[in-house]
């Protein structure tokens, strides 16, 4: 007889990134069950019509528990994740699920990390920060350290975020939110306080030929928690994050990292009106394929780096999380209790290498020698 097809939701699957998860999972033609979830589930539209459409507030634990429980595996593309934090693997640690998550909060990635132990007593696997970053460029930057054997001086990630792009309003929020004083980076293997003004000074980064010198804001990722355990990882003296905003005037950034009274108003306000501001601007307009995503590494005598271009970063991002869940469904991630991250021994980088391959994305490193 054959298996049932397994059943997969994808809680916040009318959000931006959600609703690329559904379309990636969908089109890959595996035996499987794609459903959605969130506030407004009902109202999204262009889903496969075998898409099931559920209406649920994620706050509302007994009903979060009641529906998480039909599914063999839950996605969490809901946001903002600093708000969720834990609360929803909490759930799935306890209805022994597996769970794959695109979250890119450091602040929540501590809270997954707690879950450790209660996922293995309980049964469950938890796939954390399967997304663009951490995830893909977590993997852009294992590629780097791998290529050979000397000690990197310093190295980082860096992101261009075009504006020619609708974010999501949950993504716009994270990032506003997490312009604070302070970031951390990785020296010698350790997690790093520095004061971001201190780094974010005349600091910039050329893509390529037509994104040259780009000026940089830096951002504390989740990375920083699980790249010390990677034995590549201590070949790197420092190691930092930063990205590109298009269009966002770099001299309101001092002042987001400097706001503390109605900080989250003010935030809120700011998340609202950039969501209207975006949906006018870019109905209809043509959208280029760019470099989205570098890691780099810098060598005695060459810097090695490692980059991947898209028409989008929330494509990236929903790639990854559906590679990682085509995985779990033909048995190439084996069921391991716990928290994993991707940097984990259970995700095979050549078969996801291969995987991003055959969706047109190339993961190359490369060598620029330095006379
Ligand atoms: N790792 C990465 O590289 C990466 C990249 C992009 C985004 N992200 C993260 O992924 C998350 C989603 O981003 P996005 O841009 O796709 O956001 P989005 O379009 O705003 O989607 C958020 C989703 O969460 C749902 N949701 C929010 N609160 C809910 C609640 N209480 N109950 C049920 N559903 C709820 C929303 O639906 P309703 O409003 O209908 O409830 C929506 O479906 C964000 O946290 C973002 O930071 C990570």
Known sequence: MKNPPKRVLVAGGNG???????RYLTGFKLPVQVDIAARTALRAQNLPEQVRKIDIDFQ??????????????????????DIFKASLHEICVSEQKICIDINDSYEAASEIYKLKKDA????????????????????????????NNETAQS?????????????GKASIYTMLINFISHVFILSNGKAYKTLSKKIEKDAYYTFNESLKHKPLIYYSSPEIQTLPLNKDCSRIRQLDFAFHLEGMPMNIIPFLRGLKIFRKTIIKFLCKSTYKKQKKQQSGQPVETLVIASA????????????????SSYELTALTASLVAEMVLKGEIVETNGVHSIESDIISKPILKTRFEREGIKINPEIVNQS
């Open 16 to 22: 931006v990134t959600g609703k690329l998860i559904v």
């Open 60 to 81: 509302n634990k007994k009903a979060t528990s009641a529906l998480f429980r039909q599914y063999d595996i839950i996605i969490l593309a809901i946001g903002p994740f």
């Open 120 to 147: 293995e007593h309980h049964q469950s696997m938890i796939l954390t920060g399967m997304g663009l970053a951490p995830g893909l460029t977590t993997l852009l930057l294992l590629e780097v350290l791998q290529q």
């Open 155 to 167: 190295g980082g990630v860096r992101m261009f975020f075009s504006n020619g792009i609708n974010s």
């Open 296 to 311: 780099f590494g810098q060598f005695d005598n060459c810097i090695k780096h490692c980059q991947v271009s898209s028409k």
